[in-house]
């Protein structure tokens, strides 16, 4: 009996199952990604055609950032952490289940609560959300004081602060509907201004511009340039302090404008690595192409935020400039990020082999550069003010088509991986 070939096919077996495992628990957190995306695209719907249209977009806008980039960032930034710590976190993938099932209720809870106007209830889900994220912070910080010293440790600490500032910007969006409600518009104005900084250039840009500083090489398959890693690194105070700076402009307004130079300083810390890394291998997949387009936005919706801010005759002017800038963020950089990452992790989460990761990436990059000019075209014409509303929502209805392709794509890839396996049962 051959024994040595036995215990290799049940080593490969095994080796198999724990794959499958896996796979099978990266797609089902990720499908609650996708879950707020269909719901955010169906709240955006609603709005335009009339029944939520008393809302605005603060339903499907919160939908986008706070379920569906939230629960991302709540799955992804433990997984990352992982690799650069070399070390399980704490409480391993129960708590980090246990996390996103927290946030993804909490979120439900918010949005019930301020879209049925009971206070009592949007301050139950924002202590949730406030609590799976400081557990996130103390899950990252015992992983940290644990791991192996390694080169790209440091930055794991974008995450623990990300999630520091998302419970933050939570609180700060409770107050912000409290001061509406109770008629106190000033004090309304300046929580709005620092929820609305705090969660997307705070909790998001940290969490997006640390995971870049590994994630853009690996996308391009190319070599991390040297300095790459020590300037992020160095440039996360920097993000941070940019980041108050410029939530506290309704304080003093022209905190906004230094607020916008010290983060940009430190947004160049990974930017100019990156910048770099192209020059060597230019961006040719979906991915890396709507990734760089992500970033462009990011930097040039907070020159937007610190020059008209700055310029604002009032608090309320103030507002008003970020409400402008709102779609443009959350849209523009906040979901054509996710998009990217999502393409590019989609085929690596599948696995399949090299054969099958061929495939899944020919169906993630179908169309590439015609999907990322016509997404951002059309998104450039929705948020021109200037422009008719006929065309500023027929450039929406052009971004959220091509944008859809990530979940026709998901599935495909889906799909073949499934059939792969059914062949060889």
């Avoid at 990266?26 to 939520?52: D, M, S, Y």
């Avoid at 992983?143 to 939570?170: C, I, K, N």
């Avoid at 070599?223 to 506290?248: K, Q, S, Y």
């Avoid at 990011?298 to 801010?309: A, D, P, Q, S, V």
């Amino acid at each position: 009996m051959n024994v040595a070939g036995v215990s290799a096919g049940r080593s490969g077996g095994a080796r198999r199952s724990a794959g499958a495992s896996r796979r099978t628990t990266q797609v089902r957190r990720n499908a609650v990604v996708v879950a707020w995306l269909v719901t955010a695209a169906a709240l955006t719907g609603l709005t335009v055609i009339g029944p939520l249209a008393r809302l605005g977009t603060w339903l499907p806008l919160h939908a986008l950032l706070l379920g569906g980039i939230g629960s991302a960032i709540t799955t992804w930034s433990a997984h990352f952490a992982d690799t650069l710590l070399h070390r399980p976190a704490l409480g391993g993938a129960a708590l980090l289940d246990a996390r996103l099932c927290a946030h993804t209720v909490g979120t439900v809870v918010v949005l019930t609560g301020v879209t049925i106007g009971r206070a009592e209830v949007t301050v139950v889900g924002v202590a949730v959300i406030m609590a799976q994220a400081l557990t996130g912070v103390v899950a990252i910080g015992v992983q940290y004081r644990r791991a192996v010293a390694a080169r790209m440790a440091p930055l794991a600490m974008h995450y623990a602060v990300a999630l520091v500032l998302l419970a933050l910007g939570a609180a700060l969006g409770y107050l912000t509907s409290w001061a509406d409600t109770t008629g106190r518009a000033d004090l309304a104005d300046v929580f709005y201004l620092a929820h609305t900084i705090t969660m997307v250039l705070g909790f998001v840009g940290t969490t997006v511009l640390g995971t870049l500083t590994v994630l853009w090489p690996t996308m391009l398959r190319t070599r991390m340039e040297p300095e790459a890693a020590r300037w992020a690194h160095r440039g996360l105070p920097f993000l941070v302090v940019g980041t108050v700076l410029m939530a506290g402009c309704g304080a003093w307004r022209p905190l906004a404008l230094s607020g916008v130079l010290v983060y940009v300083a430190g947004a160049c810390g990974v930017v100019v690595p990156a910048f770099k890394t192209a020059l060597r291998v230019p961006p040719t997949s979906f991915a890396t192409a709507s990734a760089a387009a992500a970033i462009s936005w990011l930097l040039g919706c907070i020159g937007f935020i610190g020059l008209g801010t700055y310029l604002a005759d009032d608090l309320a002017a103030a507002r008003e400039t970020i409400h402008v800038v709102r779609l443009a963020l959350g849209a523009g950089f906040a979901l054509q990020v996710l998009v990217a990452a999502l393409s590019y992790l989609t085929p690596v989460m599948l696995g399949g082999g090299p054969a099958m990761a061929r495939r899944t990436n020919a169906v993630m990059n179908r169309f590439a550069s015609y999907r990322v000019t016509a997404a951002n075209t059309g998104l450039l014409l929705a948020v021109v003010a200037l422009l008719p509303w006929e065309v500023r929502l027929a450039g929406g209805v052009l971004a959220g088509a091509v944008t859809a392709y990530l979940l026709a794509g998901m599935g495909r890839c889906l799909w073949l991986v499934a059939g792969r396996g059914s062949r060889r049962n």
